[in-house]
């Protein structure tokens, strides 16, 4: 075969290659395309000279068709993440919970994680669409060494993770030790604990939900790991929850049966809190001293638990990152029970189902896809009696003392292929603001292209995250509640101030060998996750080496962690004027 053919050879052989990486075919998968290009190699030297040119495109084409075959016959097998990304890591003393004892595994750090740990029964078969059952004791030491699946939902491929992790994160690893599919399964009830080393007492403890749309999302991404609180004297548990249909839909049947419809995520987390209520202090953590913290859809779920009162006494402050749902209209994960009930009806009528045991005959994998229909907070009158904005209103909280804010560009992966122009930008904003657009477009009256594109990001950021963080300032003021409100606006060499690019900071869990980030961001993730410990150890996000975090009453102030940190006036407050008039506050 002479050079063009090997040059085409050699350029399938590398896309193959990027192809069993990126999609986390097994590592059998890299033998055989040796054995493959091994054999086009013996194929060339002893055949092709006497070949027509028509052989050989044929047999460049048969070799394509192997590595395609190959790519199939090494697919990623369905795995469960590992609590330790080393094999055969140190275990941990055994400790004993209401329902059987437990062992997990030391990290490098020195903190101890122990993943995986049933908090309630597997909502399956009989009991999809029920409340919370407790979980079987067992007899033997639970070795918790593996996170439990992901909550169900539908899974991109591999290769499309690992693509987002280039283009988007900017932080794709190559590694010989994640060669598989992350497994997904309705019997996803399970939580983590991160404590620190050793025997603990009295230790502050910290609930972390989540986000995800109330869709997707897993409780072991490296973002919110909980190691970084441990090794601030802080225990960290996260769980898993029913997402998308299996969490919040809705029909008349469930309030029958269960006095309730629509929020079974909730009340999969109102059921983690009660589990860390009986069980932390055998962990050395405080139950009278928890902070329930939440990003995006989880600061949504946190939102609703402040105000119901089936989650009153199980948590004492809270932290919502980039959401809530106190506004009077809040713009997204959110609906009336009416609403809930009817969309419910439709359901039931696409699946041809006239009851629910019906329903619960249909296959997990079946039902998945209906997650963009059924991913709402209801107000079922059970979790909420009323919208948070009017129970709090009537004085209605659970929290005594709440940190909470958004970030410079929550709108970045949101409007990615939806971006304004001047052609297009006024359509945008009338399209949201209707009658009150002209008061917009007069606030924001862009000249050039890419002013239109900022103009636009900005207003939609301020509409569907940032405005509703003002309102529940107002509302933390009103009713006595010490409210710290933050902004971050720090650039980076990965997410920057987009949706979610915070966590890493306040989590403080920036990996050691990153280059995305510089000695600026660590120093940033210091004092970030330092208020943090300080607020979710006693309440006040100032205290030792860090002050200067203040309230602000009217709600004209937040503090700016970003390039310089201190207390600046809110840059929106005319936008939120408008939209308080557009939405009757």
Known sequence: MKAPG???????????????????????????????????????????????????ALSIAAYMAVCVGIVFITWPPVKRVPAADTANPPR?????????????????SGVELFAGIPYAAPPVDELRWKKPQDPEPWENVLECDTFAPMSMQVQNLPIYNSLAQIVG???????????????????????????????????????????????????WYQDYSGEGYARDGVICVNMGYRLGVFGFLATEEMMEEEGTAGNFGLLDQIKALEWVRQNIANFGGDPDTITLIGESAGAVCVDALCVSPLA??????????????????????YRLFDEALSSGEDLMERYNCATLEELRKIPAQTLVGEQETQHH??????????????????????????????????????????H??????????????????????????PSTDEEADRYWAKIYGAIFFNYSHYCLNRLEQENGVPSWEYLFTKDNGRLGSWHSGEMVY??????????????????????????????????????????????????????????????????????YEVLDRMYGW
């Not at 949201?432 to 917009?440: T, V």
Request: hydrophobic letters at 40%; aromatic letters at 10%; a negative charge.
């Open 169 to 219: 994160y900017h932080d794709y690893r190559i590694s010989l030790n994640d060669n598989y599919r992350e497994a997904n399964s309705e019997d996803s009830l399970y939580l983590n604990i991160w404590k620190p080393a050793g025997r603990v007492e009295k230790a502050p403890v910290a609930v972390y939900i989540h986000g995800g749309s109330l869709q997707t999302g897993q409780p």
């Open 377 to 418: 907070v209801t107000i079922d009158g059970y979790v909420l009696p009323d919208t948070p904005y009017a129970l709090r209103k009537q004085g209605v909280h659970n929290e005594e003392a709440v940190i909470h804010g958004y970030n410079a560009e929550e709108s970045g992966p949101f409007i990615l292929f939806s």
């Open 506 to 575: 306040t989590f403080g869990v920036i990996p050691a060998d990153s280059k995305l980030y510089t000695e600026k961001d660590r120093k940033l993730s210091e004092m970030m996750h330092g208020y943090l410990v300080n607020f979710v150890k006693n309440g006040d996000p100032n205290g030792g080496a860090l002050s200067g975090f203040d309230q602000s009453p009217d709600s004209s102030k937040v503090m700016e962690f970003g390039v310089i940190t201190g207390m600046i006036e809110e840059p929106d407050l005319a936008l």
């Open 312 to 333: 009153s006494g199980l948590f004492r402050r809270a932290i919502l990152e980039s959401s809530t749902i106190s506004s009077t209209e809040p713009p997204h994960s």
């Open 92 to 108: 941990t003393e055994v400790y004993s919970t209401a329902y059987g004892d437990v062992r997990g595994v030391v990290l490098g």
């Open 6 to 56: 090997w040059i085409i050879t050699i350029a399938i052989s590398i896309l193959m290659a990027a192809v069993l990486e990126l999609n986390k075919n097994t590592l059998f998968g890299w033998l055989l395309l040796v054995i493959a290009l091994a054999g086009m190699a013996v194929i060339s030297r002893k055949y092709m000279g006497t070949w027509s040119r028509w052989k050989k």
């Open 420 to 445: 304004a122009n001047l052609s297009n930008y006024e359509e945008k904003v009338r399209r949201w603001a209707g009658e009150y657009a002209d008061d917009i477009l007069a606030l924001y009256d």
